[in-house]
């Protein structure tokens, strides 16, 4: 059996040649002209690939869809101490003390359930346990983990993560991509401004 291998580029496609970045990450300034003219919504759709892509060739499609996993030495630097952060916040005697505040709640309405009593878990019991949730003791990290919380009658991201973890993970993937600093803020903000980040992806 015989095996041909057929690479087909774009018509007018020069090798070799970035049209949107340079060497050093910087955008060149066709790729100014085109980041500037798209949306937050284009961007991430672009950079979500680009992330799937490398993390493809890291791991042979394995971990391709797989989120929270590093692309390059700035996610893994950003991940590792996200990770190291949110267990020490976890094992804390007030975050401990909270959590046992809520079940300890939890099981009192269970009780009322077991005798019969059918207004257990009803609206009164969701007010009270959004009170319980507010008391939640402040976050001294910004948790990159794609985490929220069933709040007010709609999910909630713990500790506006948009703005912080996943802000921070954004920015590391994209230079992991190889863009620079700059660049990766701008690419960040344009997303956020639509609600996205590249912490989910």
Known sequence: MEYELYHHGILGMKW?????????????????????????EIIYKDLRKQ?????????????????????????KRVLEESDKKRKEYNDSPEVKAWIKKINDFDDE???KLDNGDMSAFGDEYQNKRDKLLDERPKQ???????????KNGHWEY?????????KDLSIAYIKDLGYDQKTAEHFVKEMIKKGRTLGDV
């Not at 300034?29 to 937050?40: E, H, Q």
């Not at 892509?53 to 030495?73: H, L, P, T, V």
């Not at 001294?140 to 069933?150: G, H, P």
């Open 16 to 40: 070799g040649i970035r049209r949107y970045q340079n060497k050093d990450g910087s955008l060149t300034p066709t790729g100014k002209k085109r980041y500037a003219s798209d949306s937050g």
């Open 109 to 111: 309405e269970y009780k």
């Open 51 to 75: 992330v799937h892509d490398r993390r493809q060739k890291q791991s042979n499609w394995s971990n391709r869809f797989m989120r929270g996993y590093a692309i390059g030495e700035n996610s």
């Open 158 to 166: 713990l500790d506006d993560y948009i703005n912080r973890g996943g």
């Open 140 to 150: 001294n990290y910004n948790d990159t983990s794609f985490t929220a919380i069933y």
